[in-house]
């Protein structure tokens, strides 16, 4: 099983030490999994961060996948665009993947699809990861299918972090029968405090989630130990009552 080994052009720092000595997972299929999840394209450098790779050997082994898919004639690619790596249909489908997207905006959206487009609804604009922390769950392939249905669209970046942010489109509203966000009914009586959630996700977000801090055990007050002048004691007992034991 392939090691990763020091390398000028190895993913550095505390991530590459962790991975030193440790046995690595495929390198093909680990790109493919990783390709197949990215919803924008990747380079290099990050690939082999995510693989644990030197960028050298990704790189190879990623002109090797993206040969092979042409010469096997799949319905999709693996392309090189403005430097980073992503998969794409093929030209030629697009027919086909075009009926497919506008079919399915006619079809109904599934469970984890509506909660999704409601934390949009009435959080926008919001980015994919704090939709992703409102639902505990990763969004970005139930994100993908509420723009492709036109549900949802790109409303600008955070000022502070540079995501993406997202909010609800017309479409959207002449859907549901409301002419603006205002309409919607209020979700208070439906939730706990909505103040105390926003302050833990935005704790949890900024440090994680604090352990508990354990409750001071209060000592046992030790009972009067009863007088036996005739009887001989040997000592305290380990009893719990805090008394001794006559022998």
Known sequence: ?????????????????????VPLAPLRPSLEAVLMVADQPLD???????????????????????EEY?????????????????YYTREEYAGVVESFVLEGQQARLTQAALETLA???????????????IRGVNVDGVMRTLLARGLVEEAGQ????????????????????????????????????LADMEDELEAVAAQGSPEPTPEPTPEPTP??????????HEGPSTEPDGGTEPT
């Open 1 to 21: 099983m392939t090691t990763v080994t020091e390398s000028p052009t190895s993913p550095a720092g505390s991530e590459q030490d962790a991975l030193v000595g």
């Open 44 to 66: 290099a450098v990050a690939l082999a961060t995510a693989v644990g790779y030197p960028v050298e050997e990704v790189v190879a082994e990623l002109q090797l996948l993206a």
């Open 70 to 86: 042409a010469e096997q004639g799949r319905g999709f690619e693996l392309r090189n665009v403005a430097g980073g790596w992503r």
């Open 119 to 133: 934390v949009v609804a009435y959080k926008q604009p919001v980015s994919r990861a704090r939709v992703s922390a």
């Open 158 to 193: 955070d000022e502070m972090t540079g995501a993406h942010l997202y909010r609800t489109t017309g479409y959207f509203l002449e859907r549901i029968g409301v002419e603006s966000i205002d309409e919607l009914p209020e979700l208070a009586p439906y939730l706990p405090d």
């Open 223 to 232: 009972e009067p130990t009863p007088e036996h002048p005739d009887t001989p």
